[in-house]
C-alpha cells in the first residue's frame, strides 16, 4: 500500500480560499480521519486528492510522485486513488455487478470472463453476494454505499478516500459500512476518511485531524485529540460534536 | 345508523361516496347538454346541408378510403427511414454541440450553427429549399428524386430539434454521476458514453416520441414536392369527386397512428414523473 503526503495545498474557488495550506501526511495502511464543522474544506480535500478539483499551489506525493503536475494525466492517477462519496453516485442504470466491472474493464482491459472472480470475491467479502444482480435502487442505503466501496476496490487502488460517507444513511445502517472500513483497515489499506462519527474516528483511526476555515487546526492521535484537545478551536468544535 | 353498520363503511366513506356521486351527476349531465346543443344547434346553420355533402360524405369516404390507406404506405416508408437518421445525427450534434476538445471547436461551431439554421426555418421552406433546390442541380437518376431530397430535409430540421433535446437530457444527469466515473479513472469520453449517455437518453424518450409524432404528419410536407403521399393522394380524390371528405379520411388515418402513440408517450412521461418523485 501507498502512502500519501501533502505539502501545503492551497485550493481556491474565486475569492474563497477553500483549502489555506495544508499538510498531511499518511503513512502507508493508516486511517486518517478529517473532522471539522461543514465548510471546513474537508470534502474540498478529498476531492483535490483525487485530482477531481485540481489544487492551485502545493504538492500532493502518492508514494513520492507528485501527482499534482498541472500536466500530469489526471485520468491514470485517479485509478489508483479510490473515493466514495456521501451520496453513493452508483450508476442507476447498471446492476451492483456492471457499476463494480465498468471501470476495471474500461481502464485495466480486462474482460467481463477475467475479472468476475476477483469482483465476486470483493461482493462476497462484504456480504453483498445476492446482491449483485440488483439494480442501486432495489438496495438499501447502507448496501448501496458498500456498493460504492466494492466499485472503488475494484479498481485496486493504492489510497481510498472516504467523503462523508455515512452522512446519508439511516443511523441504524451506519454501523454496516462502519464495518467495512475496519475490514479494510486489517487489510493494511491506506484511507483517509472524512467524518462526522467521532465514535468511530476514536476508535479506528491512527491520526485524527482537525480542519477550520481550509487550514489543519491540531492533528493528533484519537486518545490525545478527542481527551486533551489542545486548540481552543478544537475544544470548541469538539464540545459541541460530543455533546 | 343501522344501515350503515351493515355495509361497513365509515362515515368518512360514505361522505366520499356520496360527493362521487354527486360528482358523477354533475359531469354526466354538463356532457349531456353540451352534445345536444351540437347534434341541435349545428344542424340549424344555413350551411350545414352543404357542409355535410362536402365533408361527411358516406359514399365518398367508402370509396376513396382504401386509396388513401394505400397512399399512407408511403407516408410510412419515409417515416420509417427518416427516425433513425434523425436519431443518429441528433445524436451526433447534440454530442458535437457539448464537444470540450479544442481540436474539435469548428465541430462545435458547426453543431450551433446546424440547429439556429434548421431551428429557424420552417420546415416547409426547407423543403422547398433543398427538395426543388438539390434535383435542380442537375442530377442524374435517381438522386434527383423527391423521395431522397424532402427526407434530407425533414431529417435536417428535425435532427436540430432532437439534438437539443439530447443536449437537454445530457444536462439533466446529474454532474456528480460524471465526477463518480471520472474518479473510477474513466476518461471523459468514456465518462460519456458509459454513464452519462445511457441515462440522458433514458431521460429524453418520451420527449423523443412527441418529435416522432410530429414527423409522422410533417411527412405530408413532402407532398408539396412531388411524392403522392395520402394528403396528395386525398387532394386528387377533392379534385376527382369535387368533395373533400377524402381531406377527412386522411385526418382519420393519421388520427388512428398519432392519437395511440400519443397517450404512449403521456404514458411515458407521466410514469418518469412518478418515478423521479
Known sequence: ?243 | MSEQKAAGMTRRAIFEQKQRRRATLIAASSTAIVVLALVVLIPMAPGWEKVQKSFFNGAVLAKSFPKLLEAFKINIMIFAWSAPAIAVLGLLIALARDAKSPALFPLRIFGAAFTDVFRGVPVILTVYLIGFGIPGLGLPRPWNSPYIWGSLALILTYSAYVAEIFRSGIDSVHHSQRAAALSLGLSERQAMRDVILPQAVRNVVPSQMNMLIALQKDVSLLSFIGPVEIFRQAGVFKSLLANFTPYVGAAIIFLIVTIPATRYADYLMARQTRERR
Open chain 1, 1 to 243: 500500500m501507498a502512502k500519501l503526503e501533502l505539502r501545503h495545498v492551497i485550493k481556491r474557488f474565486g475569492d474563497v480560499t477553500v483549502c489555506d495550506g495544508i499538510d498531511l501526511d499518511v503513512e502507508a495502511g493508516q486511517l486518517v480521519c478529517l473532522i471539522g464543522a461543514s465548510g471546513a474544506g474537508k470534502s474540498t480535500l478529498l476531492r483535490c486528492i483525487n485530482l477531481l478539483e485540481p489544487i492551485d499551489e502545493g504538492e500532493i506525493f502518492l508514494d513520492g510522485q507528485d501527482i499534482a503536475v498541472p500536466a500530469l494525466d489526471p485520468q491514470t492517477v485517479r485509478a489508483r486513488i479510490g473515493i466514495v462519496f456521501q451520496n453513493f453516485n452508483l450508476f442507476p442504470h447498471m446492476t451492483a455487478l456492471e457499476n463494480a466491472m465498468l471501470a476495471p474493464r474500461r481502464v485495466r482491459g480486462l474482460t467481463r470472463a477475467a475479472l468476475l472472480p476477483e469482483v465476486e470475491a470483493l461482493f462476497d467479502r462484504f456480504g453483498l453476494a445476492d446482491r449483485m444482480q440488483n439494480y442501486p435502487d432495489q438496495l438499501s442505503g447502507g448496501q448501496q454505499q458498500r456498493v460504492a466501496i466494492v466499485r472503488a476496490l475494484a479498481m485496486r487502488p493504492e489510497v481510498m478516500l472516504f467523503d462523508e460517507i455515512t452522512s446519508a444513511l439511516d443511523p441504524q445502517l451506519v454501523g454496516e459500512v462502519l464495518d467495512v472500513l475496519l475490514l479494510l483497515k486489517q487489510q493494511g489499506m491506506t484511507m483517509v476518511m472524512a467524518t462526522h462519527e467521532m465514535g468511530f474516528a476514536r476508535q479506528a483511526a491512527n491520526k485524527v485531524c482537525f480542519l477550520k476555515d481550509g487550514k489543519v487546526i491540531e492533528e493528533a492521535n484519537p486518545t490525545r485529540l478527542f481527551d486533551h484537545p489542545q486548540h481552543s478551536d478544537t475544544q470548541a468544535f469538539l464540545s459541541r460534536a460530543l455533546k
